[in-house]
């Protein structure tokens, strides 16, 4: 996982966002996940993912409820934990829109252009997979961020968000290649303080949410390969307010500057921008926020989180452009440390590369476990909890050294 290279100080804290794109010109999991206008007095932090930044605050109207499409006409709704098939709560599977923005500039024609209109009926399939995977993951990270509490193990918040993915999408992935037609799209993120990102709970994994910590959640849904990836920031502490406020500010940026033919250094430049204005106050001292420069968001491919496309979060020298019909994650860390990290700490998330070369294994217990990981997961990402879920045992391996007295596994611990 990517750990935050830090300075003296100790409360230097990584804060991430992301939101997903269809390059079309709908936002695929980006959008107020508070479908039950019930909860229009939240506090908005408690909403980081989707959420719009406005400069200033200003008083709430009490509004009438609005009817909602599918789950309010026959009068479902969703359970707490999320337990309630979403095709149940949608039963003409016509799935809530994201954010529909429309091109400017010299891409305004596309929306009102007829071919381009017609090309967009054509991907009714795609886009169904897509806002489907998109309001599993609004109604669970709902649920997560009202029910996230310190004093919670890591464990028990990554488990209750799967359950409640799988429960959602009606892939338990039990059975053999269940998992490949939906559910998790890749094991759920919940790196800590400096830890910036990539870090998953393990099987005995002990730690304990704690009020001053930071935490980055970031899971993905998916439905039939169509990866929605979407993350936010937790803090029970109003210290680092401003920094969520400067990460949300520029994932916004992000998403307003993406589009089709758009150059991927355009996007890093607007984002470092507005990012890179905001400052924290931390022991009395002003700190300024820093986009971490080596985390970057990507395009999503189906079935591979990570399709080839980079999306820079600061000024830079890429002319790469997006293309029509390409789907992308922009994610933006900002950070009060050096805005840099290294790999640290111990692996929890795994994946098999498309491209990998055929290599002989000659260890049976090696030859059944890649068997079940591709008809299982085939590209997608899991981790060592999954494999358990699967009834996989010793699937760790251990290094041997061959003394001349004695063979000394010198990897042993007693844990494994």
Sequence with gaps: MAIEAVDENPAIQPNALKAGIVNGNEISSFGDVDHDDSNDEKDEEGRIAGAEHQGGVKKKKKRKPRKKKGAAANGKVQSSPPRVLLSTLFPDSQFPEGEVVEYRNENSYRTTNE???????????????????????????????NNIKPGQTLTEIAEGIEESVRALTG????????????????????????????????????????KEDVMKVDFGVHINGRIVDSAWTMTFDPLYDNLLAAVRDGTNTGVKEAGIDVRMSDIGAAIQEAMESYEVEIGGHAIPVKC??????????????HGGKSVPIVKGGDQTKMEEGETFAIETFGSTGKGYVRD???????????????????VSSARTLLNSITKNFGTLPFCRRYLDRLGHEKYLLGTILLRPTVKEVISRGDDY
């Excluded at 971490?292 to 989180?305: A, F, K, M, Q, T």
């Excluded at 491209?355 to 000659?362: F, S, T, W």
């Design 344 to 362: 640290d700490m111990e692996t929890s998330h795994y994946a098999r590369k498309a491209d990998a070369p055929n290599v002989a294994l000659r």
């Design 115 to 145: 071919e381009k209109r017609h090309l967009d009926r054509m991907n009714s399939e795609f886009l169904t997979d897509y806002r489907h995977g998109a309001e599993v993951h609004r109604q669970v990270r709902q649920w997560a961020q």
């Design 292 to 305: 971490i420069r080596n985390l970057n968001g990507h395009d999503i491919v189906p079935y591979s989180i």
């Design 171 to 210: 892939h338990q992935g039990l059975e053999e290649g269940d998992n490949l037609k939906g559910g998790m799209g890749f094991p759920t993120g919940l790196s800590l303080n400096h830890c910036a990102a990539h870090y998953t709970p393990n099987a005995g994994n002990k730690i304990v949410l704690q």
